[in-house]
């Protein structure tokens, strides 16, 4: 990496403000956030390398840059921090939230850990620990007096992603942890036999209890939920909590329809556009992705029958996320959504590549800020380091097969059979692809209308004769390129979700077959993914 000096520094921050104009942007009235003023969220991993708090230097920067809310990525400040963050936001015009983990460690002798329905344990807290409940409480409650002080500050993010191993899924599924299983029992007025971590959800379901169970759980969240959100209220209504991820069972179910109100709109932070969905994806292509997944996301929230806003991701160090593309895909995100949000990491301050993105996002923002949409489909002004092969170098005579998305070690495996070769898929071209017998495409997460151009080149690829074999993912995200044999329902896939995805859901193998190798019937298994 190429580390610059002060003296060039100072001429790059001269350069950006030549190249985009230094005067500050109208400030955004607070009711206007989200609705009429887009979000232009920067949560900072950069400045704060090493859980540094931002200066009053840095804040700055991010105000004339355009962004309108800050936060930043690194651990919980203390009181003091919070207090100066939420001061010195509001003295440039713009607001602070305070970016706060939804996991809190389960570190005591007595703390509830998180059970998951395979027998899975983290070193996490229940959602069902008072531990965990009382954390947030005091932690929000806190932020919300300073609120009151401090107006700048409107909120908080919670990161509900698991950052423990195994990661079975994001925050929080149904918990089998021995504190809700003891309480439903009371309830139910039953025994409840000894049982292992992994043995708790298939008992339940064998005695006709897991949707009792799962009633009971849900209903306990709600109330915790709900009294938490009262709390709140009772100092500030109008703090707002941003939640990421979504989608999770206490996200549905708690979460949601508790924490969101007609004075403070829960704020959904979107990852599904952190970059390039695919390296075969061009940067105008990617854009489209993107912008199709946002529109199928934003479609499930606007159907809630309580009031939340949408914002879409955008991070650095993800595929393909460049300066230029980053500073697009904002103006992308912004247009179809109530906003964005970087998730900003992966340099130092000192890197080029970190003048080089404020430079794009200061005219991102500018341009969002004017209402100028079409900047995004600009022609590049730097060049695009993607660059497609147009050839595969095939060493036997067997089947060549084309992978996308699936680990080496899945390749080694068809190999060591002496009827496959196997490559990775490096380009959409159909000459290119037609020197493949068969492409797998596994987690294929790409938005993508059937007239695009990587779904024309599939069609083409089968119509010659190309296997084709959407794995895991793919098939859901992709508008099908064969409405001739099968489509879902795009672009909302609720009734896939709801018909053909599985979760928490054990496999049985059923017969003896050729593709199960050793395993025999009556073989039990949880997939390594409790979505699929």
């Not at 009151?148 to 925050?171: C, M, Q």
């Not at 946002?294 to 991701?313: E, N, Q």
């Not at 992966?346 to 890197?351: E, I, L, M, Q, R």
Request: with cysteine; hydrophobic share 40%.
């Amino acid at each position: 990496m190429t580390v610059t000096t002060s003296r060039t520094l100072k001429l790059a921050t001269l350069a950006l403000i030549i190249a985009v104009g230094s005067a500050p942007l109208p400030a955004t009235e607070r009711a206007d956030l989200g609705r009429t003023d887009k979000f232009r969220v920067m949560i900072d991993k950069v400045f704060t390398r090493g859980g540094r708090t931002l200066t009053e230097d840095q804040i700055r920067q991010m105000a004339e840059a355009g962004f309108n809310v800050i936060s930043q990525g690194y651990g919980l400040r203390t009181i003091e921090d919070v207090n100066f963050l939420a001061e010195t936001a509001g003295k440039y015009g713009i607001y602070y939230m305070p970016f706060i983990r939804g996991s809190y460690p389960a570190r005591k002798e007595d703390s509830v850990n998180l059970v998951w329905a395979s027998g899975v344990v983290n070193k996490v807290c229940s959602p069902n620990s008072d531990e965990l409940w009382d954390w947030w409480t005091d932690l929000l409650t806190q932020y919300a007096r300073i609120s009151v002080t401090h107006p700048a500050l409107i909120g908080v993010f919670i990161d509900f992603e698991l950052y423990d191993r195994p990661k079975p899924s994001n925050l929080y599924s149904l918990s089998y942890d021995d504190k809700i299983m003891a309480e439903f029992a009371q309830a139910q007025g039953i025994g409840l036999p000894d049982l292992g971590p992994a043995e708790r959800c298939p008992w339940l379901k064998q005695q006709g209890l897991h949707e009792s169970f799962k009633t009971f759980q849900i209903g306990s969240w709600r109330q915790r939920c709900r009294k938490l959100r009262q709390a709140i209220d009772a100092i500030n209504p109008s703090f707002q909590i941003g939640v990421y991820s979504a989608g999770t069972t206490f996200f549905n179910e708690a979460a949601m329809p508790e924490w969101s109100t007609q004075a403070a709109p829960l704020i959904l932070t979107n990852a599904a556009s952190y970059g390039r969905p695919s390296n075969l994806l061009s940067h105008e292509e990617s854009l489209l992705a993107n912008r199709g997944k946002l529109i199928l996301d934003g479609r499930w929230p606007a159907g809630w029958p309580v009031p939340s806003m949408h914002i879409g991701g955008i991070d650095p160090v993800v595929r393909g996320a460049d300066p230029e593309f980053s500073g697009k895909n904002a103006v992308m995100i912004a247009d179809v959504t109530d906003g964005y949000w970087v998730f900003y990491e992966g340099f130092k301050p000192t890197d080029p590549r970190h003048s080089s993105h404020y430079q794009w996002f200061t005219r991102a923002n500018r341009a969002i800020v004017a209402g100028d949409y079409d900047f995004q489909y600009q022609p590049r002004e730097t060049p695009d380091e993607y660059v497609h092969e147009t050839a595969i170098e095939a060493q036997t005579d067997r089947f060549q097969v084309g992978l996308y998305g699936i680990r080496a070690a899945a390749g080694d495996v068809l190999e060591a059979t002496g009827k496959y070769e196997c490559h990775t898929v490096k380009g959409l071209n159909l000459d290119y692809l037609r020197q493949f017998d068969v492409i797998a495409l596994q987690n294929f997460n790409a938005g993508l209308p059937a007239d695009s151009k990587l779904a024309r080149a599939l069609r083409q690829f089968v119509w010659h004769g190309g296997g084709l074999f959407l794995t895991h993912d793919s098939g859901w995200y992709l508008e099908s390129p064969f409405p001739q044999i099968a489509v879902r329902d795009f672009p909302s896939h609720d009734n896939v979700e709801a018909g053909r995805h599985v979760a928490d859901t054990e496999m049985l193998v059923d017969r003896a077959h050729e593709a199960f190798g050793q395993l025999q019937p009556g073989t039990r298994l949880m997939p390594e993914f409790r979505d699929h």
